[in-house]
Each structure stands twice: as C-alpha cells, then as structure tokens.
C-alpha cells in the first residue's frame, strides 16, 4: 500500500479556496487517490477520486500531476461547514479492498 | 440519495456482555466491510464480506468478533465478550464495483454514521 503524508493541520478563513496536498511517492499503476471527509462522530464522506490529471464534482476538485507522486484536494470557498478531517487515501480500488486511513489533515474554517 | 444506516447509534454495555451492531448497506452493493475508531485514532479496518463470507479480515478481528449477513438486507457484527478496549465508533460501509472510463475498476466505500460502542 503507498504511503501517504499530508498536513496534519491547517486553517483557513471562509470564503477562501484551500488546497490539501498529499505526497504519495510510491503509488503503483494501479492505484486510485482517494479524498474523504470526517465531521466528529460521524462516518468519513466520500468527497472525490482520481486516477490522474483532474477531476472535478460538485464538493471539490482534485489536482494530480503527470507522476502521480501526489495530489492535491481544492476546496472552493469554504465555509464554517467544512471544518473537518479530511483523509488522502491511495490504493488498488479492486474488489473490496480495505481502506488504510491516516491521521488526516484537521482543516479548520474561521469565521 | 441511498444512504448506509446503522442501528442503535448509541450502545452501552458491561464488560464481558454480548452486543450486536446492525447495519442496512445501500441495496446495490455487494461488498461490506466494517471499521472502527478509537477516540482521538485513526479509522481502523476490521473486516470485509462479500459473497456471504468473509474477504478479509484485520489481526483486530479475533474470535471475539463475527460477521453475518442474516437476511438480503441486514449486516451485522457480533462482539461475543465485550472488553474495555472495545469502546470505540464501529462504522460500517459498503460498495460495488464499478468501471471507470479511461482507468480500472473503481471501488468508492460509502460508510455509514457509526455506532459509538461504549464498554463499562
């Protein structure tokens, strides 16, 4: 499984855009970036997954470079409402394949 | 939008009691999986089910622990001897394989709101 390392924190005042970058060094072909979202006590949220180049949905957008070495996780204006962990995760998406999270990076939005 | 539901939120119990978390995976999904979290820890696996059996499973899946899938819609996970250390929040997930354009098969879990398991 690659290892990811990301910011353990970071804060930011609403309205601004925030970029999460993940380093992912040793990804393998295979392998998909995967972002989730957890508010306290609840389960992690789905946000966004690529493979490469970009993608984007209604949450957010996702930034991988031509090596894939890493990515990185664009939140548009964010609000109060987007405090949260936010996790990189990379691996093979076959089958059901369990999902190694990290510590996360701690976003915090200020008013 | 389908959502994964778990029962009861909230599950307080004796040391050495039996419990059982339930959870209803989105319908069209053949793959669960249960995690948990520690307080203040990260989100741990514990074990995946597809096929009515069990895929994988972590070294924190003991024989304390069970999966079952009793009928076509529940997902349950069994802790026969509840331990102080057991107190956590269980979530369950579940997903279905899909095919993306232009890469491999993708597999997105969805989880569900957890369980908060607390141990006295």
Known sequence: LAKTTQPISMDSYEGQEVNITCSHNNIATNDYITWYQQFPSQGPRFIIQGYKTKVTNEVASLFIPADRKSSTLSLPRVSLSDTAVYYCLVG???????????????????? | EPEVTQTPSHQVTQMGQEVILRCVPISNHLYFYWYR?????????????????????SEIFD???????????NFTLKIRSTKLEDSAMYFCAS????TASGGPITDTQYFGPGTRLTVL
Do not use: C, M
């Open chain 2, 37 to 57: 979290q520690i307080l203040g820890q990260k989100v741990e696996f514990l074990v995946s089910f597809y096929n009515n059996e069990i895929s994988e499973k």
């Open chain 2, 95 to 98: 997903s279905v394989v899909e």
């Open chain 2, 63 to 73: 024989d304390q622990f069970s999966v079952e899938r009793p009928d076509g819609s």
């Open chain 1, 92 to 111: 093979s998406p076959r089958g059901n394949t369990p999902l190694v999270f990290g510590k996360g990076t701690r976003l915090s939005v200020i008013a």
